[in-house]
């Protein structure tokens, strides 16, 4: 989720018309940015956690998220014609709901495991960062009915995806770290990222139905809070 996804700054932005009027505005934004990008940001880091090395781990968000900024201009710029066939949103909702089901089951099984070996940890880079764009991708999706409402200032839409991208970016690589301190943090994030795959199933099914935007913020709200709830016991026996 992004602040973009959120109906009620859609009236905020759309009045915007010069980028002085955006100098107030961009704090929040930034802020909020920060905030809901934590689904996201969990799910990218969880992601690139596979790969055992922090450098790898960095190197494939960067490249990720490059790529996923394009993917999200590519998103903006056809965002009227995506809007008007609901089967994208089923796509990004059947994808997102398939990585939590996916991520719960390895927990399970306790499988979660990647080979540490040179050649196929290389081939592993190339999976996660295609993983990570996919995953972003999936994301974008679902503020693409705001991107429509304000479409006429698309230079403002892109500033505000770049503000967002590098929101992620930083969020992510705060959440590797958060990763291997919080016990809860890791299902939390994914129990985040099933709440969006059900916002876009619910637009995608019964478009007319206006859920609170408050209400999946306080959910996710919740479920960080649960995140952050437990450390991780370092007690060495």
């Not at 859609?10 to 934590?38: K, M, N, Q």
């Not at 996201?40 to 922090?54: F, H, Q």
């Not at 190339?126 to 993983?131: C, E, P, Q, T």
């Not at 200032?153 to 770049?162: D, K």
């Amino acid at each position: 989720m992004d602040s973009a996804s959120l109906n009620s700054l859609t009236p905020i932005l759309d009045g915007i018309d010069r980028w002085a009027e955006l100098a107030p505005v961009l704090p929040v934004l930034i802020i909020l940015e920060l905030i809901l990008s934590a689904d996201n940001a969990v799910a990218l880091a969880s992601i690139s956690k596979r790969l055992n090395n922090l450098e790898l781990q960095r190197f494939a968000l960067n490249i990720g998220v490059l790529i996923s900024l394009f993917l999200r201009v590519c998103v903006l710029l056809t965002a009227n014609i995506i809007i008007k066939y609901s089967f994208f949103k089923f796509i990004a909702s059947f994808y997102l709901f398939s990585i939590v089901i996916r991520y719960f089951y390895d927990k399970h099984l306790d499988t979660n495991n990647l080979a540490t070996n040179s050649s196929e940890q290389s081939i592993s880079i190339f999976k996660v960062i295609l993983l990570l764009s996919i995953t972003d991708l999936a994301f974008s999706i679902d503020s693409v009915t705001a991107a429509v409402a304000i479409s006429d200032q698309i230079l403002l839409v892109i500033a505000g995806t770049f503000v967002g991208v590098v929101a992620l970016r930083f969020t992510a690589d705060l959440f590797i770290r958060w990763l291997e301190i919080f016990n809860n943090l890791e299902s939390a994030g994914y129990l985040a990222v099933a709440i969006v795959a059900l916002k876009l199933a619910i637009q995608g099914f019964i478009p007319h139905l206006d859920i609170p935007d408050m209400l999946f913020f306080i959910i996710i709200i919740i479920l960080f809070i649960w995140g952050f709830s437990k450390r991780q016991d370092t007690t060495v026996s």
